[in-house]
Each structure stands twice: as structure tokens, then as C-alpha cells.
């Protein structure tokens, strides 16, 4: 598979990300000289909703909310859509759960990039990895869960470190990417 939009994205969101932090304002140093203000005669201030409740998720994935809005407008502009198809892995499905292909969807290609996530009970995720695992497939822990990818000699369009298709394996959920270098891209569910 050839790959187009994805580092282009990487790189844009990592340069906001940098540039953002960039832009907050230094407080100014105190006046050791004024005294301080009183506030007790000030009415308090109403908390804003993001203060004080998590905003409520969506109610269920779709392959235009699973990656961040910003990488679904990189896609769009490179003429991209996606198709929806279940979640799979291996040869079973997995309920509830979605696999996204984007790519120029007018022309026969293999110049796409998939996305995917999945709830799993703890049970299901033990099953799919010893299946997985008996296949072949290559297990890294990390810090965020459980990594199964593709082995080396199978993989057809790896990325900068040579992974292809990735399941990230968490509490309650699984998701893929054609490279484990894409599972960034998945923020699912929404907090």
C-alpha cells in the first residue's frame, strides 16, 4: 500500500502542537510595591462546563470521528473518502466496532490508510490475542496496552520503523491501523 496524506499530518499536527504552546501569554511579575487586591467583595465566578464534567462522548464511532478532525480535513483536501466496513480480527468480527479504509474511493488503488476501534471485554481481547499470537503475529507491551502487529515478513508497506497492520489492545476496547504509527491517529471514544 502507498501512503500520501498521513506523514504530511503527522507533521502539521505536530508543528501546532509546538507552535501552540508558543503562544500563551507570560503573566506579568508583580509589583512588590501596590498591595494586593481583595476579591471577598467580588461575586464568584460560575464554573465553565469543561471545569467541572467531561463532555459527553459520542454516541457511537464513525470513520470522520475516530481520527481527529483536523487529519478527516487533511484527507478530505487530498480529494480522500473513506468506506465503512466492520471490525475484524483475523477472520472474526468484532460487534459494535468499525474499520475505516480512506483513500481516493473513485479509482482502484492500494493507496489507502485504515483506521479502527472496537469495544472488547477482557475475555474476548485474551481470545482474539492467543489467535493472533498462534498466527504469528508479534507482541510489544507498551504503556498504553498491548501491541500485536503483522510480522516483519509479511508486512507490504511498513512504516518509519517497519510495522504494518497494528492492533493496540487497551481496557475495554482495541483498535487498528494498517501501521502501528497510525494507532496515534485513533482517539476513541471521545473524552
Not at 40 to 51: N, Q
Amino acid at each position: 500500500m502507498t501512503r500520501h496524506p498521513l506523514p504530511r499530518t503527522l507533521a502539521v499536527l505536530a508543528l501546532a502542537a509546538v507552535g501552540l504552546t508558543g503562544c500563551a501569554a507570560a503573566e506579568p511579575a508583580a509589583d512588590p510595591t501596590t498591595p494586593p487586591t481583595t476579591t471577598s467583595a467580588l461575586p464568584a465566578a460560575e464554573p465553565v462546563a469543561s471545569e467541572t464534567e467531561a463532555p459527553e462522548p459520542t454516541a457511537e464511532p464513525t470513520c470522520d470521528t475516530i481520527i481527529p478532525a483536523e487529519v478527516v480535513a487533511d484527507l478530505e483536501a487530498a480529494g480522500w473518502s473513506f468506506r465503512e466496513d466492520v471490525f475484524r480480527i483475523g477472520a472474526a468480527e468484532v460487534d459494535d466496532g468499525i474499520t475505516c479504509t480512506w483513500g481516493d474511493m473513485s479509482v482502484a488503488s492500494d493507496h489507502v490508510q485504515m483506521f479502527g476501534w472496537a469495544p472488547l471485554t477482557a475475555d474476548q481481547a485474551a481470545q482474539h490475542q492467543s489467535t493472533l499470537l498462534q498466527e504469528g503475529w508479534v507482541r510489544e507491551d507498551g504503556g498504553d496496552g498491548i501491541y500485536l502487529t503483522e510480522t516483519p515478513d509479511t508486512v507490504s508497506a511498513p512504516d518509519e520503523q517497519g510495522y504494518g497492520w497494528t492492533f493496540l489492545f487497551g481496557d475495554d476496547w482495541v483498535t487498528f491501523a494498517d501501521t502501528k504509527q497510525g494507532l496515534l491517529l485513533v482517539e476513541w471514544p471521545k473524552t
